[in-house]
């Protein structure tokens, strides 16, 4: 049994697998709540990725000393399913490998999927404290993808920026056109993030001449976008835990 870990900025996920299958899984917001729900669950080994360096090594050092033995830490330099077509791999997020990785086995399992189909795309979206959109080629290439603030940060900024806007939330939103400057500016916002799916799409039928698109959606702040997007997808928010799992396994499997 492999117990998951997704820490990031505010939540931390958590997940039981039986191989490919998620048995169980919870939302932390603490480390050391984590580490207690590890304990009252049965599992052989830990794997953990996070791009907040801190609350990572609080969690490696907590679980050692309780398991006496090292977490699976997600790093730039473990093997993956995906082949890594990106000019600079070290600074690639291990967040944007994980959740490209999740997307692209939970693609590949669909009865649907065809291996021949040379011009299929994936998208793999995490609108979370950074809003980010990976690519994904059919032949199981990650070739890039864009990053940019998120939903809060851009709130926030248009607040801290300025001196007389207003700090709003999405809960301010009542039309495209908003009728007063709360609404205006959630709409610009809530527009602005469900936009970039629209470029990504637009980019890959024009450019890229793809027929075939598959859209997966994650997320801490996604259900409040969702509603603003226009395309079919598929909203998985453990998207980044089904990837740990995954290159826990290529890992443990190819070694």
Known sequence: MLF???I???N???ALFQ???LVKKIIFTSV??????????EHDVAAVSSVVPKRLKR????YNSSFKKEPFVIKNNLLFNLKIDYETPETLGIDRICSSEGAFVLYKNLSTYNSNS?????LAI???TATTVNFISHAGVFIGGMILPGLKMMFESLKSGTAQLPLVSGEDFDSVIGKSTRESIASGVLNAQAGVVDRAVNFIKKLIAAPSIKIYITGGVAENIIPFIDHTFVYEPNLVLFGINRIFLKNKIDK
């Open 4 to 6: 998951a870990v997704d």
């Open 118 to 122: 040379d011009n299929a795309y994936v």
């Open 19 to 21: 191989n490919e299958e």
């Open 12 to 14: 931390i996920k958590t």
């Open 8 to 10: 990031g900025n505010t």
């Open 32 to 41: 050391e709540d984590v580490i207690n729900f590890a304990k009252e669950n």
């Open 59 to 62: 969690f490696v050092d907590s």
């Open 126 to 128: 995490d609108f979370g």
